[in-house]
């Protein structure tokens, strides 16, 4: 049961991602007509603006934050979303950080694949399982790309945006699992309590990413 969130019904707690998101992410609110802005470099983690806080997270928390009501909303990559296996409102498509969730081999491997190396043990599982693969999955931390090129593993699932990463390590895509983009997550307590900001924030980036 997610908790009522029991702050201000008039301010927004947004959750963002530090790393490749954040910029993008407070851009498109900023031209929904949030009043925020970069925020200066420092340690500080949360960020205070006119009505509006931004918490500085790791991606793999955003939905964490937003599923128990520490945060009312949230933005965050669909790979994320679905690793987290959290149930949150996830109204908008952002579209931008599009990528996607591939099986990887090297180029010209072949045979069954016993290991899989991966950030995403979930959506890995739920791959293999339809397929009838019984492979073992090893779960792991970045630089993907080096298990099947060590012998750790022999395939992966890893993003793919351009493709330069798995060119630069004599790796080939076998297939997609899914497309991932960033996308707006709602707080479902927060949605009812808050509808007056977070509605017209809905709308308006519904409109701005033409959905
Ligand atoms: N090469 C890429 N091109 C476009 N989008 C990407 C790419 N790589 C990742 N993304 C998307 O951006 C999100 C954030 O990526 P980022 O690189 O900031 O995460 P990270 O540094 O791997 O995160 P963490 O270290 O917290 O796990 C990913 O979850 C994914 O949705
Ligand atoms: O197809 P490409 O355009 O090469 O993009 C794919 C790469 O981008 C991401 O890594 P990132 O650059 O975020 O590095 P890290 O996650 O290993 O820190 C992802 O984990 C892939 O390795």
Redesign the pocket.
Same mark, same amino acid.
């Given at each position: 049961m997610t908790p009522a969130p029991t702050r201000d019904p008039d301010h927004l707690t947004i959750a963002l991602?530090?790393? $490749?998101?954040?910029q993008d992410a407070i851009a498109l609110l900023a031209q929904a007509g949030l009043p925020l802005t970069t925020p200066e470099a420092s340690r500080a983690l949360r960020h205070e603006y006119p009505g509006v806080t931004l918490l500085e997270l $790791?991606? =793999?928390d955003v939905p964490v934050y937003v599923d128990l009501g520490a945060a009312d909303a949230g933005i +965050?990559?669909?790979? +994320?979303l679905v690793e987290s296996g959290r149930a949150v409102y996830e109204p908008v498509d952002l579209r931008?950080?599009?990528?996607h969730l591939s099986l990887i081999r090297e180029k010209g491997a072949s045979g069954p694949i016993h290991r899989v190396g991966t950030?995403y043990p979930r959506s890995t599982r739920a791959y293999l399982n339809a397929r009838g693969i019984p492979a073992e999955i090893i779960k792991l @931390?970045?630089s993907i790309e080096l298990a099947p090129l060590t012998g750790l593993a022999d395939a992966i699932v890893d993003? +793919? =945006? /351009?493709g330069s /990463?798995l060119k630069a390590n004599h790796l080939e895509e076998l297939d997609i699992l899914y497309h @991932? @983009?960033?996308r707006l997550i709602v707080n479902r307590a927060a949605l009812k309590l808050r509808r007056h900001r977070l509605r017209p924030l809905i709308e308006k980036l519904r409109e701005l990413t033409g959905e």
């Open positions: 991602p530090k790393g $490749r998101i954040m $790791r991606n =793999q +965050v990559g669909k790979d +994320v931008f950080a599009a990528c950030k @931390s970045g993003l +793919v =945006q /351009t /990463t @991932s @983009s960033a």
